[in-house]
């Protein structure tokens, strides 16, 4: 994940072994995030803080990302378990590049993706940001640019680079900023004490899964049960930290991450909420972690429409539903 402030962090490894005696040796696991610890790894933190992987049997290390670091190659090397991918475009390219790996579960339903405008200037609406300069990072123009290209029609002229320093957008009322929906924002109500216009294109048909899970078909295929208790311990560690008792993973977050400040936890947690980020849609009746095969074929369709995926590939090959829609954790949920 993906905000100006953000950087690389060495990798930590928390081991709790509560309930795994019965069972033997807990069997140790490495799942590689793809960024520096945030609240928007929460779930995962829970899950060591409260002894949830270790009731599955699980010693787990957290090995974070950052800018300057590549955890998707380890994964088919071996040298992980686990991933926390990005949204499904990779899990596509996986696919044509015959990388064998499977996303198993999308913790994250909506992909937090968002623009930004200062209100009252006329830039109030999806439609009037057809007539702003939108501030776009390289990745982001090569990726969901793209998309905003195809389906609604913005265009290459409109953009301008990107730096991942909100100044640019402070100074000028009439740009709009790319960010994530739990993160630029807070940067925008600290420095410039307004709270500026959010526009998440998942809600305008950007409809991919993100913060994925992912792990090697080998994995799945010769330990399924290692698989299953990952992800059921990390959906339940996902409804603990929004519902629950969050502390002690945030403050694993901040142990890991020095950086990260409770202000900038508790702002992304109530953006996860209120966005139903983690738990909307299919989750309500199936479970954190929900799946479906009709929503990754629209958004495959999608990027085959915006040229980003080629219509040759397999796309039910990226993924598979075997681990998730089990409704595991869902009586956690709380109003």
Aim: aromatic share 12%; hydrophobic share 40%; proline share 4%.
């Amino acid at each position: 994940m993906f905000v100006s402030t953000r950087s690389g962090g060495a990798a930590i490894a928390v081991a709790l072994l509560l309930g795994a005696g019965a069972a033997g040796a807990a069997d140790k696991v490495t799942f590689a995030t793809n960024w520096k610890a945030e609240a928007e790894h929460g779930g995962y933190y829970q899950a060591i803080a409260d002894g949830t992987y270790a009731k599955y049997g699980l010693e787990v290390t957290i090995r974070p990302g950052g800018p300057q670091s590549n955890e998707r190659a380890l994964l088919p090397t071996g040298r992980i378990e686990f991933l926390m991918g990005g949204n499904m475009t990779q899990a596509f390219s996986a696919v044509k590049e015959g990388i064998p790996t499977l996303v198993v579960a999308a913790i994250f339903q909506k992909e937090p993706q968002i623009f930004m405008t200062h209100p009252g200037v006329g830039l109030d609406k999806w439609e009037d940001l057809k007539k702003a300069t939108l501030l776009v990072g390289k990745g982001g123009f090569n990726s969901f640019y793209q998309w905003m290209m195809a389906e609604h029609g913005f265009t290459e002229a409109q953009v301008k680079p990107y730096t991942f320093n909100a100044a640019p957008f402070l100074a000028d009322k009439r740009l709009a900023q790319q960010g994530y929906v739990t993160a630029e924002p807070f940067v925008i109500e600290k420095e410039g004490g307004f709270k500026p216009n959010i526009f998440l294109l998942a809600d305008y048909g950007y409809d991919t899964y993100s913060t994925t899970l992912e792990t090697r078909q080998d994995l799945v295929e010769k330990n399924p049960s290692l698989v299953q208790r990952f992800v059921d311990a990390t959906i339940i560690g996902w409804y603990n930290y929004l519902y629950g008792n969050n502390k002690p993973a945030n403050e694993l977050i901040k142990k890991d991450n020095p950086e990260m400040t409770d202000d900038q936890i508790a702002f992304s947690i109530v953006k996860l909420k209120e966005y139903g980020i983690v738990d909307s849609g299919d989750t309500l009746t199936m479970g954190i972690g929900a799946m479906s095969d009709a929503r990754n074929k629209s958004f495959f369709d999608k990027m085959v429409r915006a040229k980003l995926a080629d219509s040759s590939v397999d796309y039910k090959k990226a993924f598979t539903l075997q681990f998730v829609n089990k409704r595991v954790g869902i009586e956690l949920r709380k109003p």
